[in-house]
């Protein structure tokens, strides 16, 4: 008689074999582009990078881990 343990041990293996990626962000470098007034200076929460949008239409690139804070900014958007 087979226990439930082995079907969840296959399920973490099959989810950890998928190479998902849950949150829905890129695993590598993003290009954002600022579209508010004035300049923006952003210090990267998770790398310490400083970003820099000294106008508005102005882009960088983001490291990877610094993404999901920046997508939280409003005057930001990822370029896909």
Do not use: K
Request: proline share 9%; charged share 10%; aromatic share 6%.
């Amino acid at each position: 008689m087979s226990c439930c343990g082995s079907q969840r041990a296959a399920q973490r293996q099959g989810a950890a074999s998928s190479g998902g990626n849950p949150a829905g962000y890129r695993t590598g470098p993003v290009e954002f582009e600022y579209n508010g007034g004035g300049t923006l200076r952003i210090v990267g929460p998770m790398t310490g990078a400083v970003y820099q949008f000294p106008g508005s239409g102005t882009r960088a690139v983001v490291q990877a881990a610094d993404v999901p804070s920046m997508a939280m900014v409003p005057s930001l958007r990822p370029i896909r």
